[in-house]
């Protein structure tokens, strides 16, 4: 196919979104009433995440308010802050039921890993870059450079901030995407093919260790984004993978170089309660590297949600839940407890 110019409305770059208050929707007293008490009917279904859903979440105004935020992710600007939850009155778990309960009024609750992690962590987990089946949220203190997840929507709440550092980032894709097509459309054609993707050690029992997809897909006259340029690069490992062209590399430095430059991205300091939700398919994310003081008990911790958007009627199948459908199998919610001081 012949790549063409997408969801030019979207061609925002950081001049545009320079004002904070533009993509930050700031609770209310009205905001925090409804979700103490939807958080109290929650609590009087179950303590377990998995057991509440959207109907067990009551929300009114609120509500109202979440349903421009999803509108705004997948046709408007793609990303979204959401400032923030009381962390003076609640602790951990309840913090956690409460993201919970806003995202799944955002959307469906998709698996993260082969533990079917549905609720995960994002915190240093003790691995390191050099593993080569570490994945982003495990990795802790260095920096993280643009990428998306696996989902839909990706959400990130902040647990507790890092004693220095850890800002997140995110850039827009679409832009970049357009720009480049305009002066190399050859990179673009090159991230259209359907290209080998790493695994992590979790594919499907008796699977191949990588899978396939493009970076960009057009489907229904929208642009669709998967790019994670280091599980690309690492399919490498694998002999069986098809080999990466010297075009393909270059389209993807190319990427990553224009997520860098600072017209097209945007940082955020989450703070405790803040969170943050990201179109995958329009907006790359990362962070900055950090400094913990974990012997004073501060440790950046943040929950993370992956979600399966209720305003897109129609996906390519590549971008489906068929790729992990396998990490499915069993849904559970990730528990790494805070670090005492």
């Not at 309960?101 to 003790?126: A, C, E, R, S, Y």
């Not at 260790?209 to 493009?214: D, S």
Request: proline residues 6%.
């Amino acid at each position: 196919m012949i790549p063409r110019p997408l969801d030019t409305h979207v061609n925002w770059k950081s001049d545009d979104v320079r004002d904070t208050a533009r993509w930050t929707v700031t609770l209310t007293p009205a905001d925090h009433r409804e979700l103490d008490h939807a958080l109290a009917v929650a609590r009087s279904v179950s303590d377990d995440l998995l057991a509440i859903g959207r109907e067990a979440f009551p929300l009114d105004g609120l509500l109202l308010k979440l349903r421009d935020v999803a509108r705004e992710l997948i046709d408007g600007r793609g990303f979204v802050r959401i400032a923030a939850l009381d962390t003076a009155r609640y602790g951990d778990d309840d913090l956690t039921m409460l993201y919970w309960g806003i995202g799944m009024h955002l959307g469906d609750p998709w698996p993260q890993n082969k533990h079917g992690h549905v609720m995960g962590d994002v915190t240093d987990q003790g691995r390191r870059i050099t593993d080569p089946e570490a994945r982003g949220n495990e990795l802790g203190l260095i920096a993280l450079d643009y990428h998306t997840d696996g989902s839909d929507l990706v959400g990130l709440m902040c647990l507790r901030a890092a004693k220095s550092g850890g800002l997140s980032c995110v850039a827009n894709v679409v832009a970049i995407y357009n720009d480049l097509l305009a002066r190399r459309p050859d990179l673009v054609a090159a991230l259209y093919e359907d290209l080998p993707w790493d695994f992590r050690g979790e594919e499907p029992p008796g699977g191949k260790p990588f899978y396939t997809r493009p970076v960009f897909t057009e489907h229904d006259g929208r642009l669709f984004v998967r790019f994670i340029p280091q599980y690309i690069k690492a399919s490498q490992r694998h002999a069986q993978a098809p080999r990466l062209s010297g075009l393909t590399l270059e389209a993807l430095d190319a990427v990553s170089a224009m997520a860098n430059d600072p017209a097209y991205n945007v940082y955020m300091d989450l703070r405790p309660g803040e969170m943050q939700f990201i179109n995958n398919y329009h907006v790359l994310h990362g962070r900055t590297a950090y400094e913990d003081d974990v012997l004073h008990g501060i440790k950046r911790h943040l929950k993370r949600l992956w979600l399966a958007t209720r305003s897109l009627k129609s996906r390519p199948a590549t971008f489906d839940r068929v790729v992990q459908s396998h990490w499915a199998r069993n849904r559970s919610v990730s528990k790494i407890a805070a670090v005492a001081p």
